[in-house]
C-alpha cells in the first residue's frame, strides 16, 4: 500500500542507464522532502532485474504490467524501440513518465508519443540530463551576455567509444531495430538539444555519415553543417571509436563577436571564457559549480527535479516536447546525408 504523502518510484529496464538513476535518487532523497518506495523493476532479463533489485531495495517483478500498476511515477529505461509502447502503457494509467532519449527510433513515432502525454495530462521528463548540466548552463549564460556581441560559429566534437562493449555493455545498440540509428540519434541528440539550448533555434542543416564498424543501420560517424536562425553557423562532428581510454567527451567552441567560450567536459568543465579587452578566466570543478548554481533554477540533479515536479504537480523539463524537437533536427541530418549532404530545413 502506498504511504500517505509517498511516491512508489518503478523502473522499465534495468541497465547502466537505470541504475544510474537509481543512484541518482537515492544520493539526493533528501532534496525532495517526501518518502519514496522503491516498487519494482522489470527487465527481459530477469538476472538483471534481481540484481537491480538486491542492488535498489526494489522488488524484481515479472511483467511491465506489475511495475506500471504498482508505482506513481515510472521511469522507461529500456531499448529505443520499446519506449513508444511503455509510455503508452504508463499514460494510459496516468502514470508520471521519464522516458530515456532518444524518444523513439523514427520522427513520428516521438511526435506520437508527445501528442499521447499530452492528452493524457501527465507529468513527463525526457533523459537529456545535460540541460542541468553546470558547464553548458554556464556557458549559455556567457553567450547571451551583452559584452559577447552575437554567436558567429559554433564547432562542436563528441566522441565516445562505442557503447556496444566496456561499461556500457549495450549490445542492444549494434541492432538498428532495437536502437533506430547509430551515433547520431543515440549519443548526440544530447547535443543537437544542447545546440538550440545554449545558441538558440537552428534553421537548416546539412549532414554526412559513415559506418566504419559495419553494424547494418548504426552510422558510427556523423557530421553536419548547421544554420541558425541568428545567422551564426556551426559543425557537429558525433563518433563512436573503439579507443576506450575515452568514454564520453566533449569540447564546444563558441566564437562570439567579443567573446571565444571553450567547454570541455559534460559536467565540470573546465569552461574558458577570453573577452576582447583581454579578460581570461577558466572555472572547473567546484568552483564552476560554486558559479552556476544560481542560473539552474531547477538544480543540477535531473531525478530530483523530475520527482520535485510530479510531487507539485508541476510542468517538468525538459520534457517530450523538448526531445521531439531534437529528434526533428537529427531526422533532418538524417534526410540529408541519404541526399549526399543537401541542404534540409528543420521545421
Not at 541504475?19 to 538483471?48: C, N
Not at 581510454?245 to 567547454?263: A, D, G, M, N, W
Request: hydrophobic residues 45%; glycine residues 8%.
Amino acid at each position: 500500500m502506498k504511504a500517505e504523502g509517498s511516491l512508489r518510484v518503478g523502473f522499465l529496464g534495468a541497465g547502466l542507464i537505470a541504475t544510474y538513476h537509481s543512484k541518482m535518487l537515492r544520493r539526493f532523497v533528501s532534496e525532495i522532502r517526501v518518502p519514496l518506495v522503491r516498487a519494482g523493476v522489470y527487465d527481459p532479463d530477469p538476472d538483471l532485474s534481481r540484481a537491480f533489485a538486491a542492488a535498489s531495495g526494489h522488488q524484481a517483478l515479472t511483467t511491465e504490467e506489475a511495475v506500471i500498476n504498482g508505482c506513481d511515477v515510472v521511469y522507461v529505461c529500456t531499448w529505443t524501440s520499446e519506449h513508444p509502447r511503455l509510455v503508452a502503457m504508463a499514460a494510459a494509467q496516468g502514470k508520471a513518465i521519464f522516458c530515456e532519449k532518444p524518444l523513439a527510433t523514427t520522427l513520428a513515432d516521438a511526435i506520437e508519443m508527445e501528442r499521447v502525454v499530452r492528452a493524457a495530462g501527465v507529468v513527463n521528463q525526457v533523459g537529456l540530463v545535460l540541460r542541468h548540466s553546470p558547464v553548458f548552463n554556464l556557458a549559455r549564460e556567457l553567450v547571451q551576455e551583452p559584452e559577447a556581441g552575437r554567436v558567429m560559429s559554433v564547432v562542436f566534437r563528441d566522441d565516445q567509444f562505442i557503447p556496444i562493449q566496456g561499461h556500457y555493455a549495450s549490445d542492444w545498440r549494434a541492432d538498428v531495430t532495437k536502437a533506430g540509428a547509430g551515433t547520431l540519434l543515440e549519443h548526440s541528440i544530447h547535443d543537437l538539444d544542447l545546440l538550440e539550448f545554449v545558441v538558440g533555434p537552428i534553421s537548416a542543416v546539412s549532414g554526412r555519415t559513415a559506418n566504419f564498424h559495419g553494424w547494418p543501420g548504426i552510422e558510427d560517424v556523423a557530421t553536419a553543417q548547421i544554420e541558425f536562425r541568428s545567422g551564426a553557423m556551426g559543425s557537429l562532428t558525433s563518433l563512436w571509436h573503439d579507443n576506450l581510454s575515452r568514454p564520453s567527451l566533449r569540447r564546444i567552441e563558441i566564437f562570439c563577436e567579443r567573446r571565444l567560450v571553450t567547454v570541455e567536459g559534460d559536467w565540470d568543465g573546465p569552461i574558458r571564457w577570453q573577452d576582447a579587452d583581454g579578460h581570461d578566466e577558466t572555472l572547473v570543478g567546484d568552483a564552476l559549480i560554486k558559479a552556476a548554481t544560481p542560473i539552474v533554477e531547477a538544480g543540477f540533479n535531473p531525478d530530483v527535479a523530475f520527482l520535485r515536479a510530479v510531487q507539485r504537480g508541476e510542468f517538468a523539463q525538459p520534457d517530450m516536447a523538448v526531445a521531439v524537437r531534437a529528434q526533428r533536427i537529427a531526422d533532418a541530418i538524417y534526410r540529408s546525408a541519404e541526399n549526399e549532404g543537401g541542404r534540409v530545413q528543420v521545421g
